[in-house]
């Protein structure tokens, strides 16, 4: 059965490192999705992603978080200049149409010292 | 906008035994879809079950199945045969229709006891 992967695993990082995160969706799938959960609390969106471009974004997804689809098969969320608090577990999604189901990856925890 | 909440912090139930996680939503739209996903220890985020708004039929997926209120935006999992491989922390989600986002609740983490 198809499935998202994403890669690290995990990532340490020194406060104001750039980091990036790496997503391979499921390849039949159009719509991509970060998501990131502090350790805790409760899975938030940061942004979708359609045709190459965002579709829509939260208020957390500033000007630090970029996202990219740089070929055919990856999809990557960059922080520019991490802070502490972006340690947390980041989940990339995809789906195949806005109704369908979002299936995640295993996430990549972040953690920023 | 819309919100999701789940009472239950935490619930145990004993090994075959039935469970039901407690789920509601608040919004003022009519179309939209609801989700039960499961985060084991490995914290991967795993989908349980899919509802959608306009059916009235109750999902079912083999031992998961939902009682889904939209009247009074309720929208309950219920896990029979609780196996011990349950054990995770179960997340209610929203969707509206469209290209937008998942609404999380915090989380109900349930543990299965042998």
């Known amino acids: 059965e198809p499935e998202v992967t994403q890669t690290p695993s995990h990532q340490v990082t020194q406060m104001g490192q750039e980091v990036i995160l790496r997503c391979v969706p499921i390849?039949?799938?159009?719509?991509f999705y970060w998501y990131r959960q502090i350790l805790g609390q409760k899975v938030e969106f940061l942004v979708s992603?359609?045709?190459?471009?965002?579709?829509?974004k939260s208020e957390i997804f500033d000007d630090q978080f970029s996202v990219e689809r740089p070929d055919g098969s990856n999809f990557t969320l960059k922080i520019r200049s991490t802070k502490l608090e972006d340690s947390a577990m980041y989940f990339c999604a995809s789906s195949v149409d806005p109704q369908e189901t979002q299936y995640f990856g295993p996430g990549t925890r972040l953690l920023v010292l | 906008a819309q919100t999701v909440t789940q009472s239950q912090p935490e619930m145990s139930v004993q090994e075959a035994e039935t469970v039901t996680l407690s789920c509601t939503y608040d919004t003022s739209e009519n179309n939209y879809y609801l989700f039960w996903y499961k985060q084991p220890p490995s914290r991967q985020m795993i989908l349980v079950i899919r509802?959608?708004?306009?059916?009235?039929q109750n999902a079912t997926e083999n031992r998961f199945s939902v009682n889904f209120q939209k009247a009074a935006k309720s929208f309950s999992l219920k896990i029979s045969d609780s196996q011990l491989g349950d054990t995770a922390m179960y997340f209610c989600a929203f969707m509206l229709s469209g290209n937008t986002p998942l609404v999380f609740g915090k989380g109900t983490r349930l543990s299965v006891i042998a």
């Open positions: 509802q959608e708004a306009y059916k009235q």
């Open positions: 390849s039949n799938h159009l719509y």
């Open positions: 992603f359609y045709n190459n471009e965002i579709s829509e």
